[in-house]
C-alpha cells in the first residue's frame, strides 16, 4: 500500500460561500474539491495548505484551525493511473479552517485544477464533487449527517 498526505482548506467569504477548485486528471477523474493537495517531502502541513490554496486559487491565505484527519483508501483496482492500479493508496487528508488574506481569484494555469469559484451551500450540493468536500464541510460544522 502507498501513502499520500496531503493539507486542505475549507475557506468561506463573509457570504458563507465556500471557495472550490475544479479537479481534473483524466476525463473521467474529475470534480469540484477543496483547495489543498499533496505535501512536498518535509513540507509542513500548515505551509502546505497555503501553498496549495495560492496555486489552486490566486488567493493568499491564512490557517485559522485544525479541523480533523480523514482517513481514505483507494483500492488498487480504482487507481486512475494505469501504472498504478493494483497497489491501494491511503490518503490521509489533514482539513484545516482557513481565511484570504490577499490575492486575487486566478484560475491554476496547468496544474491539477481547470477551474475556481465561490459556492453557496445549496449550489455545493447540486454538483459534482469529490467526497471531501463533504468531509471538510461536516468537520467544519457546514453540514450534518441528517443534512445529507
Known amino acids: ?7 486542505y482548506a475549507v475557506i468561506t467569504d463573509q457570504d458563507g460561500r465556500m471557495l472550490l477548485p475544479h479537479w481534473h486528471v483524466s476525463g473521467t477523474a ?3 474539491t477543496l483547495p489543498g493537495g499533496g505535501l512536498d517531502p518535509g513540507e509542513d502541513p500548515a505551509d502546505g495548505v497555503v501553498r496549495e490554496v495560492f496555486e489552486e486559487s490566486g488567493y493568499q491565505a491564512e490557517v485559522q484551525e485544525l479541523l480533523g484527519i480523514d482517513n ?3 483500492p488498487g483496482e480504482r487507481r486512475i493511473h494505469p501504472s498504478e492500479r493494483g497497489t491501494p493508496l491511503q490518503n490521509l487528508r489533514i482539513i484545516y479552517r482557513a481565511r484570504v488574506t490577499g490575492g486575487s481569484l486566478t484560475v491554476e494555469p496547468e496544474g491539477s485544477t481547470d477551474d ?3 459556492f453557496s451551500h445549496p449550489e455545493i450540493d447540486a454538483l459534482h464533487r469529490v467526497s471531501l468536500v463533504d468531509v471538510g464541510r461536516r468537520f ?3 453540514l450534518t449527517d441528517a443534512a445529507r
Open 72 to 74: 481514505f483508501i483507494i
Open 1 to 7: 500500500m502507498e501513502l499520500r498526505v496531503a493539507a
Open 30 to 32: 474529475k470534480g469540484w
Open 116 to 118: 475556481v469559484r465561490w
Open 140 to 142: 467544519a460544522g457546514l
